[in-house]
Each structure stands twice: as structure tokens, then as C-alpha cells.
């Protein structure tokens, strides 16, 4: 490790010397020279390449020097972002912490070789590839979540990390080697029942905890969004929303088919689950329907709309309900039929009377009535006070 280290100092000197471009600025210090470039920030110097692909390009990582504890990979460079890091770069570093770019896509094989101090390191989901003994003998580290774009887990990727104990596998992992966990006495694996990892971890006589998410009960339509408790297990153990997983619904409002998409988070990020569950119509019966006024006889068919409301909300013809209506003609007692669709199911009535028309002259005479009829009360109110003055 002191000769490629010395190799990477001389290639920096030399590089000064021959100098094509450099450039100050926030700080970092770019030199491009020999077709090696290098950046020097506060966490070291990185010697790297720009892989071209089209329009595009990326940068390859392919050596380090410094002597951080904590150590930040650059997201980009010169605006290309770093997507892979090369063989052997990170061999016996001695940092306890390295945090990986959220745009890495690839590590090569024992990138991380023999870095017996590390002890925090979160891989980042759109990582694709770990190459063969990226991680080995990397012996304080604790815990380890593989996300979903890896399908496979190569030769001894972890071997000889004894201090590891909990390795959370996603069910993208389609492959795992033999000797991937080469002597990591104290693991557990954190995956799915019906999963690869889970199959591996039972034929290698590895502990595994399972990650379960509980079956949702049917719910009943309310008119507003449902967002039924998610229940999640790893291991026996109830997890915490919002501290291990976080919660998404989806379609969760009308009668039919919803989804909850379940994402671990923390130390449980790699697994995903998502759960169904059925959201029940309600019966129309448990509608308010409004009171249909009486109805003035036409000789036609007489067919008002009544005013259905449930929870607050207005409900819709042809959406939430059909009507029919019966003895709806002649003058009498006529019927609706409500029928539920959609978010609703049965049926329920309302009644109204269709009434005779009354002429003017008709209600002339009600009116006369009603005054007469006033005035007979009147006149036996006058005659009791009267006799009452008179005793």
C-alpha cells in the first residue's frame, strides 16, 4: 500500500511539472496532466478519469491519499457525477467513516480491502455492482443494507468481518456466493420469507429474521381517503413507522382495490413491501336523501330529482346512484327508487304526492274561508269578554 501511495505522489508531482490545465475555485484544486486527473479538497487527493459515453460522461474514482477520519466521496466532478470506484482505491484506509455518493453505481473488487476501522457505511440505492472482496476483513463493521438495483452478491463481499451483525437484504438479490460472509460469525440477515436470501441464509445455517408486513382488513367506503395502521415485523419484532419504514397509499379513497407501498428506512432502507387491501361499497340506504316537495299534476310523467348527501358530501346521478320512478303520473302518492353504484350498493325509496292543480278562484275561496272562519273566532272572544264586564 506505502508503494502505490508513493506511485500516486510522484504521478502528482509530476503532473505539476506538466501542468494542462488547472483551475482555483470553492476551494478545490483540479489538475489534469499524463491523462491522470486529480482533485485535492479537505478530505485528500483524488486521482480519477472521465469515462465518455455519447453525451454523457461520468468519473471513476481510481486512487485516494489522505488521512481523514471521515471521509466524503465527491458526488461529482467538474459537474460529472462519480459513479464508480476502482479496484483497490480504499485498501487499508484507516477512516471510521465513509460516506458514498448518492451517485455510485459500481465498487470493484476490494475497494475496501482491510479497512478494519470502518464502521459506517450506507451503500446508495442506485448502487448496481459490488465486485469480489470489496468489503473483506472490514471488521468493525456493524451493519450493511443491500438495496434493490444489486441482483448479486459476489465472493467474499464481506468476508471476515466479524463484528457484522445485521445484513439487510432486498428481494432483488437473485445470487449470493458461498463465501460471501466467509467467516461473519455474528450476522443475522434481514429479508423477505419467500426470497432469495432468505433461501441462502436457511441452507448456510444463518440466522435470518424475516421482514412481515401484516394483511390490511377490508375497510368500508367512507367518501374521504383511508389510511388503515400498517403493521411491519422483522423478526418478531414490531417495527416503528416513521423510525424503520415510512408509508405511501395509493387508490385509497373509492370502493375497489388500494395500495400501501411500504418503504424500510434507517437500517432497514434496502426492503420494500407493498400490501393490498379492499375498500368495501357502502349501502345507499345510509345516505341522507332530501324531502321531495308535492308535485303539481301535469297529465305527463313527473320525475324530480331528490338531494342525496353522505359524510357531508353531495352524492352524483350516474356516479353514486341511478333513480327510477312509479305511479309518477296521476295525482296521488308516486315513488322513487334509489339505486347504489359505485361507492354504493342496494336500494332505498322516497315517496311524494302529485297533487291537483287549484285555479285562482279556488284559492280565493280558501282564503275567504280561512277569514271567516277568523272572524267567527273573533266574535266568541268579544262575547266572553263582555259578559265577564258584566257580572
Do not use: H
Request: proline share 3%; charged share 20%; hydrophobic share 35%.
Amino acid at each position: 500500500m506505502l508503494k502505490n501511495n508513493l506511485k500516486k505522489v510522484i504521478c502528482i508531482a509530476l503532473s505539476i511539472i506538466t501542468i494542462s490545465a488547472a483551475a482555483l475555485a470553492n476551494g478545490l484544486l483540479y489538475i489534469s496532466a499524463q491523462g491522470s486527473e486529480f482533485l485535492e479538497n479537505p478530505d485528500g487527493i483524488w486521482e480519477y478519469t472521465v469515462e465518455s459515453d455519447g453525451d454523457k460522461s461520468s468519473v471513476m474514482i481510481t486512487g485516494y491519499t489522505g488521512e481523514s477520519d471521515e471521509i466524503t466521496i465527491p458526488e461529482n466532478i467538474n459537474g460529472n457525477p462519480v459513479t464508480v470506484i476502482d479496484s483497490g482505491v480504499f485498501c487499508d484506509c484507516t477512516a471510521t467513516g465513509i460516506k458514498l455518493p448518492a451517485t455510485l453505481k459500481e465498487i470493484g473488487e476490494e475497494a475496501f480491502y482491510n479497512c478494519r476501522n470502518l464502521v459506517r457505511l450506507d451503500l446508495p440505492e442506485c448502487l448496481e455492482k459490488i465486485g469480489a472482496g470489496a468489503f473483506e476483513i472490514c471488521s468493525s463493521l456493524e451493519t450493511v443494507s443491500i438495496g434493490s438495483n444489486i441482483s448479486a452478491i459476489n465472493s467474499k463481499v464481506f468476508a471476515d468481518c466479524e463484528n457484522l451483525g445485521a445484513v439487510i437484504i432486498s428481494d432483488s438479490i437473485k445470487k449470493i456466493a458461498a463465501d460471501a460472509f466467509d467467516n461473519c460469525c455474528n450476522i443475522t440477515i434481514y429479508c423477505f420469507e419467500d426470497s432469495y436470501a432468505y433461501s441462502y441464509a436457511m441452507s448456510n445455517s444463518i440466522p435470518v429474521s424475516t421482514f412481515v408486513v401484516e394483511p390490511i382488513p377490508n375497510q368500508r367506503y367512507t367518501g374521504k381517503a383511508i389510511k388503515p395502521e400498517v403493521s411491519v415485523t422483522a423478526g418478531g419484532k414490531e417495527l416503528s413507522n416513521r423510525s424503520d419504514f415510512t408509508v405511501k397509499y395509493y387508490n385509497n379513497t373509492n370502493a375497489g382495490t388500494a395500495t400501501v407501498k411500504i418503504s424500510g428506512i434507517n437500517k432497514f432502507k434496502a426492503l420494500t413491501s407493498s400490501v393490498n387491501f379492499v375498500i368495501l361499497a357502502r349501502s345507499i340506504c345510509e345516505a341522507t336523501v332530501g324531502r321531495i316537495s308535492d308535485q303539481t299534476y301535469t297529465g305527463s310523467e313527473i320525475t324530480p330529482k331528490p338531494r342525496l348527501t353522505y359524510n357531508g358530501k353531495s352524492l352524483r346521478e350516474g356516479t353514486d346512484y341511478t333513480l327510477s320512478y312509479s305511479s309518477n303520473v296521476n295525482i296521488g302518492t308516486a315513488k322513487v327508487t334509489i339505486n347504489g353504484i359505485g361507492n354504493f350498493f342496494g336500494t332505498t325509496t322516497i315517496l311524494f304526492n302529485i297533487v291537483e292543480e287549484q285555479s285562482d278562484s279556488g284559492a280565493f275561496q280558501k282564503i275567504l274561508e280561512l277569514c271567516i272562519t277568523a272572524l267567527q273566532y273573533l266574535k266568541i272572544i268579544f262575547e266572553t269578554i263582555i259578559s265577564i264586564f258584566r257580572r
